[in-house]
């Protein structure tokens, strides 16, 4: 019987930028941290203590965070701001500026200093993969465009930045967390609605972590087993598209 070759997950532009990408993210932060980061899951392994939806909680989840993606918490400095998504978003945070925008967090470094400033909408604190992820995303930030590996002028480096996430282990966070479906009711009416929070798209993302999974020698990861469903089959059919040797111009490395 005939049996057709698997295929990747996204078109030829998206896999020839994410494995262009991550080959330059492999030379900028080399082969041993490729090989030796480790994944994190929404598990007691990694997230010992629940965290309060208070300021000190998002803050100590943050240096929490730090630590899995090599970046001084001194040097990180944790704000909110309302969201407007809900008439009773952020009543537990300290609300330090106002944004309209719907931005899930922002990031600035300071001029005069190496303080790096994260924002976060305190109406998104709620939901522990959304805020996992996005303070991932900020802090990759840090490693980009902090320490001038980018520039904000890049049409891709908030791209970049969610890649860079599954690069450094949280990208399980980052890609549960991109697209939402969510219910809603109103007096006698109710819907559906839904809202894209990640620059990558779900299938992105699933060929990205299946392309970090192969060049790691990961074949049958079992930290694939926390991904959406909406990852996790982009995820499968793209290490099936690169185990039987798809066109690809990646490579593995192995100790």
């Known amino acids: 019987m005939f049996w057709k070759r698997p295929s990747c997950p996204v078109d030829e532009e998206e896999q020839f930028w994410i494995e262009d990408s991550l080959l330059w993210l492999l030379s900028e932060f080399g082969e041993p941290t490729l090989r030796s980061v480790r994944v994190v899951t929404p598990t007691r392994e990694f997230f010992r203590t629940s965290f309060p939806q208070t300021s000190e909680g998002v803050r100590e989840l943050t240096a929490l965070l730090c630590t899995y993606l090599k970046v001084d918490p001194d040097r990180i400095r944790v704000e909110f701001f309302d969201g407007g998504d809900s008439e009773d978003s952020g009543r537990s945070l300290p609300v330090l500026r106002q944004k309209t925008s719907g931005a899930a967090g922002t990031y600035q470094k300071a001029a005069w200093s190496d303080l790096h400033t994260i924002s976060l909408n ?24 902090g320490d001038r590996r980018l520039t904000a002028q890049e049409d891709d480096h908030e791209h970049m930045t969610d890649l860079l996430t599954v690069f450094l282990g949280l990208g399980i966070f980052t890609a549960n967390s991109a697209f939402h479906f969510i219910q809603w009711r109103e007096d006698d009416r109710s819907g559906w609605s839904s809202s894209q929070k990640g620059y990558l798209s779900e299938p992105m993302f699933g060929y990205a972590l299946a392309a970090f999974a192969w060049m790691r020698g990961e074949l049958r990861p079992r930290w694939a087993r926390y991904l959406d469903s909406n990852v996790r089959a982009p995820f499968k059919q793209g290490l099936r598209f690169l ?5 690809s111009h990646l490579k593995q490395i192995t100790a």
């Not at 998104?124 to 993969?129: C, G, H, S």
């Not at 303070?135 to 980009?144: F, N, T």
């Not at 185990?243 to 066109?247: L, R, V, W």
């Open 243 to 247: 185990k039987k040797g798809g066109k």
């Open 122 to 145: 305190a109406s998104n604190v709620q939901n522990f993969e959304d805020i996992v992820g996005t303070i991932a995303h900020e802090l990759c930030h840090v490693h980009l465009l």
